[in-house]
């Protein structure tokens, strides 16, 4: 699409570009999104962490994407109204998508509540999402609680926070279901690598 | 920043991220924006394009961004509009620094007529942000108009179309100028090898 109008700007002859098939030639995976979503201290940070490391590790592409590096840049002029935050998970999505077309896997770890906006990314890249509920009962979130964010939440200075005032609503059909309130990190992370194996390498 | 509040959410003990060193000791090359800035058929494109082949055929981490996988996507809502044209532009460069953040050696190919917009991106992301200027004169460019662009222009039914009737402000001080209405695509795209060489190559 040409930035002056609504068509694509083609000089002399345009190749092609690099396509999937290559990146994914080279990478020895596909890109794709591993979507984590789940209350806050169901453990999406420290699972993202892991799993990027172990990933490189392994030799893949791989990048995390969350609140640290979205929220200061791409999402710097938004707040926290529910509809800033579903255009918030809405820009992830595509970023998320961009990277995936790269050959990349990408990790997105957000709490991302509503089945709507994980729906409507779900719906526009049916080929890279992936849906993984981390399910963790909010007792034992609210347990850990490492912020004292519950705490905050329960006392009411903290306002609609997920899972106290503010709904979650979990995934009816995820792609995979983490149970990160019963198994160790390294049990998690290990149900991650085992999918990435089955669903994104090649 | 936790996404209901902005502190980070840490859970048991979390480790560092795969940190950019790793990543260029991996691909033999540092992450960086090549940002492609220049008149409608200066040849962003095209080189973008052709440049993107040509590294990744050197093993290189490439990634391409334009108005094609910007506008439909991430940049869906926004218009075109001078608002909506700068925060589209704001959001790439956004996107491109989580990409040279990634390792990937992201070509960004967009008119991007001001320099305010693109001097905020070099300002938010000084290690990154390669500003490489595509000189061609507007005579050449018109005498392409691959897309009739500027005939519509010229005839009024273009609003605000940069170089006829909105402003292309060129660059002080680019980190490469490359003169697209004197020299061939292959002289062009050689240019910009040898500038990922010098610069980006480790």
């Known amino acids: ?10 000089l002399f002859s345009v190749s092609h570009r690099v396509d999937a098939a290559q990146r994914t030639r080279r990478n020895r995976h596909r890109g794709g999104i591993l979507w984590l979503t789940g209350l806050s201290a169901s453990g999406k940070s420290t699972l993202a962490v892991e799993l990027e490391l172990a990933l490189f ?3 893949c592409q791989v990048f995390m994407l969350d ?8 999402s ?28 990349t896997i990408v990790i997105a770890a957000f709490i991302s509540p509503y089945r709507t906006d994980r729906d409507r990314i779900r719906a526009r890249h049916p080929d890279y999402f992936h849906e993984i509920y981390l399910d ?14 519950y705490r905050q939440a329960r006392a009411g200075s903290l306002k609609e926070f997920t899972g106290v005032s503010a709904p979650y609503e979990p995934p009816f ?6 149970h ?3 198994q160790t990190v390294d049990q998690s992370v290990k149900s ?6 089955r669903r994104l390498r090649t």
């Open 1 to 10: 699409m040409n930035e002056n109008q609504p068509t694509r700007e083609k």
């Open 57 to 59: 590790g392994m030799g």
């Open 67 to 74: 609140g640290d590096n979205v929220r200061h840049g791409l």
């Open 76 to 103: 710097a002029d938004l707040g926290f109204s529910p509809a800033d935050r579903a255009e918030n998970i809405r820009r992830v999505g595509e970023v998320a998508a961009l990277f995936a077309e790269a050959g």
């Open 136 to 149: 963790a009962p909010i007792e034992v979130c609210e347990r850990r609680d490492p912020k004292g964010l």
């Open 173 to 178: 059909s995820p792609h995979l279901t983490i």
């Open 180 to 182: 990160t309130g019963a």
């Open 192 to 197: 991650l690598i085992d999918y990435v194996e």
